[in-house]
């Protein structure tokens, strides 16, 4: 198992998914969230990290996640799209693109290093999605770009 303080790889399926603090946008309102706070204890997580809003292949993804949202919310998930991104343009993004998830701006990439998808010298977050479950653990990893119905079928599963 890797320790929170590791941040050179990846986290793998069993690992302990770390706590982070970050700003979050949930709907149109900037709130700080926390993997430990009350807004989250107790939640099965879909932590999606994404390169950068507005572009061809991230807006297809969080698009995509907004699509299927009731889907996964049915099976107990909720979606946390996390970028570099600031609040200002992931509230430009969400309302151009009518995203429904909550978006959290890693604006120093601090949560991206803790989970391994932030490359040495890269300001973006490599395309990377953790399925935690409601204990913080980590049940499931994807590197890439997501099918979502396959992603569902994993998650519904967990």
């Known amino acids: 198992m890797v320790s929170p303080l590791d941040e050179s790889r990846l986290l793998q399926t069993g690992d302990i ?11 149109d309102r900037q709130v700080e969230l926390a993997l430990s706070g009350p807004e989250l204890v107790g939640k099965k997580i879909i932590l999606a990290f994404y390169p ?19 889907e996964f919310a049915g099976a107990g998930w909720q979606i946390i799209g996390v970028s570099c991104d600031s609040i200002d343009s992931h509230r430009r993004f969400a309302a151009k693109n009518g995203l429904q998830q909550i978006l959290i701006a890693d604006t120093g990439g601090n949560i991206g290093r803790k989970y391994g998808v932030m490359a040495n010298g890269k300001a973006t ?29 994993i998650a519904s599963l967990i």
């Open 17 to 27: 998914a770390p706590d982070f603090v970050g700003q979050a946008l949930i709907g």
């Open 52 to 70: 950068k809003d507005s572009t061809p292949g991230c807006t297809r993804e969080m698009c995509d996640f907004s699509a299927q949202i009731k």
């Open 125 to 153: 977050a490599s395309r990377v999605l953790y399925l935690i479950d409601a204990e913080r653990i980590v049940q499931h990893v994807h590197q890439g770009m997501p099918d979502m119905q396959a992603l569902l079928q």
